[in-house]
């Protein structure tokens, strides 16, 4: 039982590039989320999921998209990564939405040049 | 809207002495109230809730309505304490899941 995995765990990019952050859960959870955690900020929600096929914006949606075809992942893609994306990316499941507990990823370390 | 404030980025605390991390929130309705910890090279984990009433690793944190708070305490701090601790929570019928800014609790032996 792997829990939630997310890749790369770390990566650098020049600004323009785009790329995926790739997340995975192998609990059935219907709840996904991402967050990034900034020095000063704490973690902030970017985007999430309460099931495939449907996702909702969360308190800094901008710059990223997301997709949720399966249950069991959740991609977060930056389409023209900025200086500012710069953060560590964690992504969260939870059993049900609404549920309590979330279970979180080792996080990625993006650094954007 | 919702929001958890804490006041202190940083927090240090010799071994043995008590242990306060302050949590205030914002939030109309009837909420719950969590604080999650991550250790040095570790998951963000959950540390305790506050419906569970529990303690762990010797941490308990009481719901105080009227001050709006949740503060984390630890009468005796142990070394394996330091860790980034983040007060969180979530409104009633609500799927997110708000985190303060943490605090970094730091224990001097």
């Known amino acids: 039982n792997a829990g939630v995995t997310q890749t790369p765990k770390f990566q650098v990019l020049k600004t323009g590039q785009s790329m995926t952050l790739q997340c995975a859960q192998d609990m059935n959870h219907e709840y996904m989320s991402w967050y990034r955690q900034d020095p000063g900020m704490g973690l902030r929600l970017i985007h999430y999921s309460v099931g495939a096929g449907i996702t909702d914006q969360g308190e800094v949606p901008n710059g990223y998209n997301v997709s949720r075809s399966t249950t069991e992942d959740f991609p977060l893609r930056l389409l023209s990564a900025a200086p500012s994306q710069t953060s560590v990316y964690f992504c969260?499941?939870?059993?049900?939405?609404?549920?309590?507990?979330?279970?979180f990823g080792a996080g990625s370390r993006l650094t954007v040049l | 809207a919702q929001r958890v404030t804490q006041p202190e980025k940083l927090l240090s605390v010799f071994k043995g002495a008590p242990v306060e991390l302050k949590c205030n929130y914002s939030?109309?309705?009837?909420?719950?109230l969590f604080w999650y910890v991550q250790y040095s090279r570790q998951r963000l984990q959950l540390l305790l809730r506050?419906?569970s009433r529990e303690s762990i690793k010797g941490f308990t944190a009481d719901l105080n309505k009227g001050e709006t708070s949740f503060h984390l305490k630890k009468p005796f701090a142990q070394e394996e304490d330091s860790a980034m601790y983040y007060c969180a929570l979530k409104g009633f019928g609500n799927e997110k899941l708000t985190f303060g800014t943490g605090t970094r609790l730091t224990i001097i032996p």
């Open positions: 506050h419906i």
């Open positions: 939030y109309s309705g009837s909420p719950e």
């Open positions: 969260a499941s939870t059993r049900v939405p609404g549920a309590n507990v979330l279970t």
